[in-house]
């Protein structure tokens, strides 16, 4: 994940750069940081990643890097009898 994707992913989950850091479990000076440039260890870029794919957050690395959100479906429900 480039800071640039996680830039895009924060913006589509619409996630606080506190809550990205809270559901990544790292401080919120380590996002900000990253969303810098600043190169960080692979396992923090990992968990900070991990984080926004449990949100429904993909990330593409194809031509250029890009993100894609994936919303979960609602149930549908039972017609009634």
Same mark, same amino acid.
């Given at each position: 994940?480039?800071?640039?994707?996680?830039?895009?992913?924060?913006?589509?989950?619409?996630?606080?750069?506190?809550?990205?850091?809270?559901?990544?479990?790292? @401080?919120?000076?380590?996002? *900000?940081?990253?969303?810098?440039?600043?190169?960080? !260890? %692979? +396992?923090?870029?990992?968990?900070?990643?991990?984080?926004?794919?449990?949100?429904?957050?993909?990330?593409?690395?194809?031509? @250029?890097?890009?993100?894609? *959100?994936?919303?979960?479906?609602?149930?549908?429900? !039972? %017609? +009634?009898?």
């Amino acid at each position: 994940m480039a800071p640039v994707q996680s830039r895009m992913a924060r913006a589509a989950t619409g996630f606080a750069i506190a809550e990205v850091a809270a559901r990544a479990k790292v @401080a919120t000076a380590t996002i *900000v940081r990253f969303e810098r440039g600043e190169e960080l !260890k %692979p +396992r923090t870029v990992e968990a900070i990643q991990r984080a926004y794919e449990s949100a429904g957050i993909e990330f593409t690395n194809d031509d @250029a890097p890009g993100v894609r *959100v994936h919303v979960a479906e609602k149930p549908r429900r !039972k %017609p +009634r009898s």
